[in-house]
C-alpha cells in the first residue's frame, strides 16, 4: 500500500511538471543580466538604442518637406522612379500611352506618414536659386523654410508640404547631414 502511495504522489508531483510554464519574453532588463563588464544601467541604455525603429536608413533619399526648424526636419517619404522603373509604373496606369512619362520621371505618394529626424548642426542645405532654374544656392539650414516660403510665393503649395519640389536627404546614422531640392523640368 505504501508502494501504491508513493507511486500515486510521484505520478502526481510529475504530471504538475509536464505543464511547462511559458518562457519568459526578453526585455532590455533581460540584457543586463547577461555576464558583460559593463555597468548594467550602459547596457540597459544600449538595448534601448538598438531596438529603436530606425526612421529612415542611411543613404539619399527622395521627400516632400513639411517642416524645418530648430534642428529637425519633417517630411513625406516620396518614390522618385526615373529609367525603366518609372517606365513600367507608366505603363500600367496609362495603358493608352505606353510611350512612358514625360520627362521620364514619376513621384509616388501613397503613403501620407510624416516622419521627424535630426539634422546635424553643420548639415549642407543646396536649394534652386529661383524654380524653373538650374543654378543651386547654398542656404543655411536655419533658413531654409523662410528661403522655401519665398520661392514658392504664389504658387499653389499642398499643405502639409512647404515647396513644391521635392527635396533629397542625406542621412548618416539616423542624422540628416544634407538637404537637395530636386530640379523638374
Same mark, same amino acid.
Given at each position: 500500500m505504501r508502494r501504491v502511495c508513493v507511486a500515486a504522489l510521484l505520478v502526481l508531483a510529475t504530471a504538475g511538471c509536464d505543464k511547462a510554464e511559458p518562457a519568459p /519574453? =526578453? !526585455? #532590455?532588463?533581460? @540584457?543586463?543580466?547577461?555576464?558583460?563588464?559593463?555597468?548594467?544601467? %550602459?547596457?540597459?541604455?544600449?538595448?534601448? /538604442? =538598438? !531596438? #529603436?525603429?530606425? @526612421?529612415?536608413?542611411?543613404?539619399?533619399?527622395?521627400?516632400?518637406? %513639411?517642416k524645418v526648424a530648430a534642428g529637425t526636419v519633417t517630411f513625406d517619404l516620396i518614390e522618385f522612379l526615373t529609367g525603366d522603373k518609372a517606365k513600367a509604373l507608366w505603363k500600367k496606369e496609362h495603358p493608352e500611352n505606353p510611350d512612358g512619362p514625360p520627362n521620364d520621371y514619376i513621384i509616388v505618394n501613397e503613403n501620407p506618414k510624416l516622419r521627424t529626424l535630426p539634422v546635424a548642426a553643420d548639415a549642407d542645405c543646396r536649394a534652386l536659386?529661383?524654380?524653373?532654374?538650374?543654378?543651386?544656392?547654398?542656404?543655411?539650414?536655419?533658413?531654409?523654410?523662410?528661403?522655401l516660403k519665398k520661392q514658392n510665393e504664389g504658387l499653389d503649395v499642398t499643405p502639409p508640404h512647404i515647396a513644391v519640389l521635392p527635396f533629397w536627404l542625406t542621412v548618416e546614422d539616423g542624422t540628416v547631414v544634407r538637404f537637395e531640392e530636386q530640379f523638374l523640368p
Open positions: /519574453t =526578453t !526585455t #532590455a532588463t533581460a @540584457v543586463t543580466t547577461v555576464a558583460t563588464t559593463e555597468p548594467a544601467a %550602459t547596457t540597459a541604455a544600449t538595448a534601448a /538604442t =538598438t !531596438t #529603436a525603429p530606425v @526612421v529612415l536608413g542611411d543613404g539619399r533619399h527622395p521627400v516632400y518637406l %513639411t536659386e529661383t524654380l524653373g532654374g538650374v543654378d543651386m544656392t547654398t542656404v543655411p539650414c536655419k533658413d531654409l523654410a523662410a528661403f
